[in-house]
């Protein structure tokens, strides 16, 4: 990428991220962003169509980072606990940054994306799971459950809360292999 291309993608990232922190992405507007960034509109209207479409190009490359953090995403099917220590690991290492884009009405975009980009990566490994619905539910769980759990209990000792949450992720993997049990084996 030619440097000076670079140098302004980095300012109006650099821009946006200052705004964003400040007010919510709707009350955002391209003249203030272009203002901050010491560019004009045409420079910005040259990367991209609109702030949202920067916003979403963040939050994309954002998640990547996350995702792209995680050593073994497949561990989710294999190694439950050990997945989620390093989803939480990956969510710390990029906390204030995800604060800042994912705040307001882009909040819950974070997980949905994350859950999205960790499940096309375990059907690229196990096939056979995309049309399992019970394994979707229980990775829609543990993906979900183990984010929101995480976010609304980080006050605590870290370690702790990334243990539990590891634990119950681990439970969920159980609560799989007993419905197939039961599907095979059906209760009388």
């Not at 964003?20 to 960034?37: D, F, G």
């Not at 906390?95 to 997980?111: A, E, H, Y």
């Not at 976010?151 to 197939?180: F, H, P, S, W």
């Amino acid at each position: 990428m030619d440097l000076r291309i670079e140098k302004t993608e980095r300012g109006i990232k650099n821009a946006f991220i200052q705004l964003r922190s400040k007010k919510p992405l709707e009350k955002i507007t391209v003249r203030e962003l272009c203002e901050l960034a010491c560019i004009n509109k045409s420079t910005f209207y040259s990367h991209y169509r609109d702030i949202y479409d920067l916003s979403d190009n963040m939050e994309e490359e954002l998640v990547r980072s996350i995702i792209n953090s995680i050593s073994h995403p497949e561990y989710i099917m294999e190694h439950p606990a050990e997945f989620t220590k390093e989803l939480c690991f990956a969510y710390l290492s990029q906390n204030t940054l995800t604060m800042i884009i994912f705040s307001g009405s882009q909040r819950n975009n974070l997980v949905d994306r994350i859950e999205t980009s960790i499940k096309e990566m375990v059907f690229q490994k196990y096939p056979d799971c995309r049309e399992d619905a019970v394994w979707n539910i229980v990775l829609s769980y543990c993906i979900q459950g183990a984010y929101h759990t995480f976010q609304r209990n980080r006050e605590g000792d870290m370690n702790t809360l990334i243990e539990v949450i590891g634990r119950l992720t681990e439970g969920a993997k159980g609560v799989y292999e007993y419905t197939l049990m039961d599907a095979v084996h059906p209760p009388r």
